[in-house]
């Protein structure tokens, strides 16, 4: 779970991480109030969308020349107007895609002078499963970007979880960064406390960028991108509550309150399985005849009669499926179950789409016969290749 700039910046704030001063902005007429509050002589309004890229970011049906969603002013009054112009525009970045993100709430922070903007970033690393820090003198840019043409500006070593932070640590990332005096026992204090935080607090991704020094030779966190790992939400209640629904997907949403691992993709045959690895088989076999999964779905091993129908409603619900493939193994999961959760489901939204269903497993003769009765218009399969090519012929002609 991905939370907003604001509220990553105000638990950085409470575990002692050095960040600005600013008012999370809901409504227009708040703006003035928040800016108000706030000391000069330069403020930043940023509209708070859970993407990265907002300063280079443009508004939707926005004239040519107009800036995004970064905002520099230089009075309460002009932090006003840009807090006013922003808010309720959708935002397009390069990490949105083109349809961009409605921009529900603004931030407005007090302004930095800036002397270097650096990169930071605390991730768990697959690879050694470990927590490690990125880091890199090139701020303010796309990390890929310095990957792919500079990576030796980028450092990036894991923490033994056994010893945990170490000072040597903060100051390996000090002296890779070239800062100097002072700055390097605030970085070692600073990445002590951003790697506890990341810990404590169950945290999948942590991105500061830029890590700036000021004007006056402080580090300072000027930006905060941040995601949870959802598993581990039950045992932070507090963070559970800055979950902004608004900026998820609908269909994935939705998916989430009937529980079923449902994750949104780009093509025409929406698929509904039982299991990860037979989703993940479908979706592999869709693509080997020659066609593009719509989505990832697994209704999970004790599936129910309602949880079906949900399911079909979210992939109905999508414009871009053309057909629809159902996949079960019924092992725990009965398949006259399934049938029944179909049937019903196809009879409340309707059907448009060819839909193939392959059952296999426990019951599977009733659940055959089940989709047999119905009289709907159901292309039955027997095995996972055939499915495939009916569901991809019957898309595609
Ligand atoms: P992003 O574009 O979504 O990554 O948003 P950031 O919070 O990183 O802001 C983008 C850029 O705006 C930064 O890289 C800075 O150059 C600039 N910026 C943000 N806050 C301040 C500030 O307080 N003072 C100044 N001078 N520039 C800022
Ligand atoms: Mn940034």
């Not at 966190?221 to 997907?249: P, Q, T, V, W």
């Not at 789409?353 to 709907?376: C, F, H, W, Y």
């Amino acid at each position: 779970m991905n939370i907003h700039e604001y509220q990553a910046k105000a638990l950085l704030r409470d575990y002692g991480a050095p960040v600005s001063d600013g008012r999370v902005v809901m409504r227009a007429e708040e703006a003035k109030t928040a800016a108000g509050e706030l000391e000069g002589p330069l403020w930043v309004v940023k509209a708070q969308i859970h993407a990265g890229g907002r300063g280079k970011g443009h508004f939707k049906e926005a004239g040519a020349g107009e800036k995004g969603g970064v905002r520099l002013a230089k009075s309460v009054e002009e932090a006003d107007e840009e807090a006013r112009r922003m808010l309720g525009r959708t935002l397009v970045t390069h990490q949105t895609g083109p349809d961009g993100k409605e921009v529900g709430r603004i931030y407005i922070e007090e302004g930095s002078g800036i002397a270097r903007e650096l990169y930071l970033a605390l991730l768990v690393d697959r690879q050694t499963s470990r927590v490690s820090f990125v880091c890199s003198t090139e701020g303010g840019m796309d990390i890929e970007e310095v990957a792919a043409e500079t990576p030796e500006k980028i450092l990036s070593f894991s923490v033994d979880p056994v010893t945990g932070y170490q000072p040597f640590h903060g100051r390996r990332i000090a002296f890779m960064l070239g800062l100097e005096g002072k700055q390097v026992k605030q970085c070692v204090a600073l990445m002590g406390t951003l790697y506890r935080l990341f810990v404590e607090k169950d945290v999948e991704m942590l991105e500061i960028n830029p890590l700036i020094v000021t004007d006056a030779g402080e580090l300072k966190c000027l930006d905060a991108k941040m995601g949870f790992d959802s598993n581990a939400l039950y045992r932070h209640g507090d963070i559970a509550a800055l979950r902004d629904e608004s900026e998820e997907d609908p269909k994935e949403l939705a998916a989430s309150k009937y529980d079923l691992n449902y994750i949104a993709l780009d093509g025409e045959i929406g698929c509904m399985v039982n299991g990860a690895g037979l989703a993940m088989a479908t979706m592999d076999i869709i693509k080997l005849h020659g066609a593009e999964p719509a989505n990832f779905l697994d209704v999970g091993g004790g599936a129910t009669k309602e949880k079906v129908t949900e399911a079909f409603k979210i992939i109905t619900s999508d414009a871009n499926v053309k057909g629809i493939l159902v996949n079960i193994f019924g092992g725990i999961m009965r398949c006259d179950i399934i049938a029944e959760g179909v049937i019903a489901a196809v009879k409340e939204v309707g059907l448009e789409v060819p839909l193939v269903v392959r059952l296999e497993g426990t019951n599977v003769e009733q659940g055959k016969a089940i989709i047999d009765q119905s009289g709907l218009n159901v292309i039955a399969a027997d095995d996972l290749s055939d499915a495939a090519a009916k569901i991809v012929k019957a898309v595609k002609g």
